[in-house]
C-alpha cells in the first residue's frame, strides 16, 4: 500500500546521516538509497517535499534538490508531481556503484562482487539429466489440465518417500509443493496467522522470512541467540517467549541456520517441540539448509518429535534456486488447509520443473558429495582469509549451510554497506537479519564463491573496513543509525 513520510520520521530513520566524508547530497542519497533496498522505507513511499526536509534536517533545499536527483537518476525515486517523487526500485541495472549496493532481484554489475546473496550455481550436469528426463515423462500428462494445487504426484512422493527415509513417516497425502521455501512461508503465513498475530523468529534470521512475516501483518516476536562461542539455541528464553507471547507460529531454522550455520541438538529440539505444545504455537521448521551438512553434525528432523511440526523444504541450496520448487510437510488436515489458502495465490506449479525435481529428490545426494567437498574448502579459505585480512572481526565456525557470521569491531554494519561498493563488493547490512535495527555490530558473508573470488572480496573489505578506521565519523553507533528508529 502506497504512502507518505513526513520530514520528522525521515529525519529519524536518516540518523546521522552527514558525517562529512563526502559532499552532503551523495551522502543523504546514499543514506536514503540503503534504507529503500533494506526494506525500512516501504516502496511507493512519497518522500518529503525539497522545502520541508532541507528545513527539517538544517541544510539548504540545492542539497535536497541534488540527492533527489541522484535517487532519480539511479532509478530508486520516480519522477513524482512537483518534488513529491515516491520510492522505487530501478528498472534496469546501471553501471555504477549505487546500484552495486543491491536490491533484491537485481543482479550485481559486472566486475562487482555479491555478498549479498548466499546462492550457489546450479550442480549443472544432474540437473540438465533431471529436466532431459523429465521431457519424456511430459507427455503423459498433457491430457490432463496442468493445475494441481498439491503438485505433481511423483513430485510429492518422492519427497514423502525422503522424510520416511529419515525417519519421519510420511504419505503423499502430507505433502504440498510449492514455488519455493518462501512461497511456502506465504502459504503458511496465509493460513495459521492473522494481522497482528505474533510470530516467533530466531534473532537473527533469514531476512526474506522476516519479510514476509511483516507483509502478512503479523508481529515478529525475536528470541536472541547466545552470542558465539556459545552454540545452540537459548532454549529458557524460547521457553518463556513462548509463554508470555503465545504467538501463532514459531518460524525457526534448526539445520545450519541462516545465517550462524548453527546446528540444533536434539536435547533442544525435543524442548522445543514440548514449549510450543505446551503454549500452543505451530511449530514451523525451516529446513533448506538441512542437506548442507560440512562437519557430519547429526540430528534428526525436527517433525520425528512431533506430528505437529510444519516442515518446510527446497531444492534451492542442494541443487538450484532457478528450479523455484520447494514444499511442506504436515498432517493432512494441515496440507488440505494450506492447499485451500495456495489456491488464493496460484492455481500450482509448473509441471515440467516438478518432474524434473522428482528425478533429483529421488537421487538427492547425486550432487551432494562434490558440492560439499567444494563449501569445505571455500569455507576454509573464507575463514583463513578473514583470519589474516581482518583479525579485528569474530568469526563464528559454522558446520554447514553457506555463510559465516562476523561480529565487527564497531556497530558500522551499515557504514560499510554504503561504501562497499565503491570497493567492487555489495554486501547486506546486518540489520537485515533483525528486528528493530539489531546487528549493526553483525555482517554475513557467504562462502559459495571459489577461494579466488573470495580472496579479492575479503581484500575489498580490508579496505572498506580500512576507509571507516581512517574516517571514525563514518561509524553510526546504534544511538544515531538508520535502523534505530525501526520499531
Known amino acids: 500500500m502506497s504512502g507518505s513520510l513526513n520530514p520528522s520520521s525521515l529525519a529519524r530513520l536518516l540518523g546521522g546521516w552527514n558525517p562529512g566524508a563526502a559532499p552532503a547530497y551523495r551522502e543523504l542519497a546514499d543514506v536514503v538509497r540503503l534504507l529503500v533496498l533494506d526494506g525500512r522505507v516501504p516502496l511507493d513511499t512519497a518522500l518529503p517535499s525539497e522545502r520541508a526536509l532541507s528545513e527539517t534536517l538544517g541544510v539548504s533545499r540545492t542539497t535536497v534538490t541534488a540527492a533527489y536527483a541522484g535517487l532519480r537518476e539511479q532509478g530508486f525515486l520516480s519522477s513524482g508531481q512537483g518534488s513529491r517523487g515516491r520510492t522505487c526500485l530501478p528498472g534496469h541495472v546501471f553501471g555504477n556503484s549505487a546500484i552495486a549496493a543491491g536490491a533484491p532481484g537485481l543482479a550485481a554489475p559486472a566486475g562487482v562482487i555479491d555478498l549479498a546473496y548466499a546462492s550457489l550455481p546450479a550442480s549443472g550436469e544432474v540437473v540438465h539429466r533431471a529436466f532431459a528426463a523429465a521431457l519424456t515423462e511430459l507427455p503423459a500428462l498433457l491430457p490432463g489440465f496442468g493445475y494441481d494445487p498439491l503438485g505433481v504426484p511423483a513430485l510429492r512422493e518422492a519427497i514423502a518417500a525422503r522424510y520416511t527415509s529419515a525417519g519421519v513417516p510420511t504419505t503423499p497425502a502430507q505433502i504440498l509443493v510449492t514455488s519455493g521455501a518462501q512461497h511456502a512461508l506465504n502459504i503458511v503465513l496465509r493460513t495459521l496467522a492473522g494481522r497482528q498475530d505474533k510470530v516467533l523468529v530466531d534473532h537473527p534470521t533469514y531476512p526474506n522470512a522476516l519479510d514476509a512475516i511483516r507483509s502478512a501483518g503479523c508481529r515478529p516476536v525475536p528470541v536472541a541467540l547466545p552470542p558465539a562461542p556459545a552454540t545452540g539455541w537459548d532454549l529458557d528464553a524460547v521457553e518463556a517467549a513462548l509463554m508470555q507471547h503465545r504467538p501463532k507460529m514459531a518460524y525457526v531454522v534448526p539445520d545450519f541456520h541462516n545465517p550462524t550455520g548453527r546446528l540444533m541438538p536434539d536435547a533442544q529440539r525435543r524442548r522445543l517441540v514440548r514449549a510450543a505444545a505446551s503454549s500452543g504455537t505451530v511449530l514451523v ?60 495465490m496460484d492455481l500450482g506449479g509448473p509441471v515440467v520443473e516438478q518432474l524434473a525435481a522428482a528425478h533429483l529428490v529421488d537421487a538427492l545426494t547425486d550432487p551432494l558429495p562434490a558440492r560439499l567437498a567444494m563449501l569445505r574448502e571455500n569455507r576454509s579459505a573464507l575463514l583463513g582469509l578473514l583470519g589474516r585480512h581482518l583479525p579485528q572481526w569474530q568469526t563464528e565456525h559454522p558446520g554447514g549451510g553457506l555463510t559465516v557470521w562476523c561480529r565487527l569491531p564497531a556497530p558500522a554494519s551499515t557504514a560499510l554497506t554504503v561504501i562497499a561498493p565503491d570497493f567492487g563488493v555489495r554486501l547486506a547490512a546486518g540489520p537485515r537479519f533483525g528486528v528493530g535495527g539489531a546487528f549493526e555490530h553483525y555482517l554475513r558473508v557467504p562462502y559459495t564463491l571459489p577461494p579466488k573470488q573470495l580472496e579479492t572480496a575479503v581484500l575489498a573489505l580490508r579496505a572498506a573496513q580500512d576507509r571507516l578506521d581512517a574516517a571514525p565519523q563514518l561509524r553510526r553507533t546504534l544511538k544515531d543509525s538508520p535502523t534505530a528508529a525501526i520499531a
Open 285 to 344: 521448521a525451516d529446513e533448506t539448509l538441512r542437506e548442507l551438512n560440512l562437519d557430519g553434525g547429526t540430528a534428526a528432523p525436527l517433525a520425528s518429535f512431533s506430528s505437529a511440526v510444519v516442515s518446510i523444504g527446497s531444492l534451492s541450496k542442494s541443487h538450484w534456486a532457478g528450479l523455484r520448487t520447494g514444499w511442506i510437510r504436515a498432517g493432512e488436515s494441515l496440507i488440505r488447509r494450506f492447499a485451500a489458502a495456495r489456491t488464493t
